[in-house]
Each structure stands twice: as structure tokens, then as C-alpha cells.
């Protein structure tokens, strides 16, 4: 009887083990691989498995095309009659040099543009990400 017991308890034991090692692993998982905010990042090249830009950017060359790739924090639940929108802000004149619209739909996550550099002036830009007509991020660039 003793030895019964104590392989019970030692098969707990494990089982429990394995239960916390688990979870600690998932939350790890978790919070490395999600994202609390939307958000916009800029560069020359996509990871095809993660959809993030490798090496993202601030400063970028002029006459590049770089990929400018929007992350939601949460995916469409439900569709939406006011599109996302994009938009490249100058900071120099204050005015809308490129913007794109999106239609959001059940299960979009994001999305991702490329945009040729050689048809913005050098300067200092802002890009602003809207959703439901609400300014919900914001990235500041440089082309140099």
C-alpha cells in the first residue's frame, strides 16, 4: 500500500510539473509573438513567416521602395463600414503625400504596402494609421 501511495504522489508530482512548465512556455509564447497596440513598422524586406519587417527603419533612402507593414493588435471581429486608411504626412508642409484604404473584414490582422521613395521630397514624414475614422497609431520617418 505504501508503495501505491507513493507513486501516486510521485505521478502527481509530474503531472504538475509538466502543467506549470506548460503554461509558463505558452505565456512566454504568448507574449513574444502578440502585440498589445497596433502597429507600423518600415523597411526593405518582409519575414515571410512572421509578416515583420527585417531590420525596420526610421531613417530611409530616397529613391527605395520600402514596405511599410501594419500589425493589428486584435483581429477583425467584425466587420466594419468605415475603412482603415493610411496615410504619409509631411512635416514640412503638413500635407498628405500618400494615402491607401483598406477595407476590414472579418479576420484581417493587417496588411502590408510598398511605396517608391523617389516620388517623396527628403525630409521628415509621419505615417498615421485610422481605424473606424480614429487616429489609433502613429510612425515617425526620415528620407534621406
Known amino acids: 500500500m505504501g508503495i501505491i501511495k507513493k507513486h501516486r504522489l510521485g505521478l502527481l508530482i509530474l503531472i504538475l510539473f509538466l502543467l506549470v512548465f506548460s503554461l509558463s512556455v505558452l505565456y512566454r509564447f504568448q507574449r513574444d509573438f502578440s502585440i498589445d497596440n497596433d502597429q507600423i513598422q518600415v523597411g526593405y524586406e518582409t519575414n515571410n513567416e512572421t509578416q515583420t519587417i527585417i531590420n525596420p527603419q526610421d531613417h530611409i533612402k530616397w529613391g527605395k521602395i520600402v514596405v511599410i507593414s501594419v500589425h493589428y493588435a ?11 486608411k493610411l496615410i504619409l504626412v509631411s512635416r514640412k508642409t503638413n500635407k498628405t503625400v500618400f494615402q491607401d484604404v483598406r477595407e476590414e473584414y472579418v479576420g484581417f490582422s493587417g496588411f502590408e504596402i510598398k511605396l517608391d521613395t523617389s516620388s517623396l521630397d527628403r525630409g521628415k514624414y509621419i505615417i498615421k494609421l485610422f481605424r473606424n475614422n480614429k487616429l489609433v497609431t502613429t510612425k515617425s520617418i526620415e528620407v534621406i
Do not use: D, G, L, T
Request: hydrophobic share 25%; glycine share 0%; proline share 9%.
Open 74 to 84: 486584435n483581429m477583425v471581429e467584425k466587420s466594419s463600414n468605415v475603412p482603415s
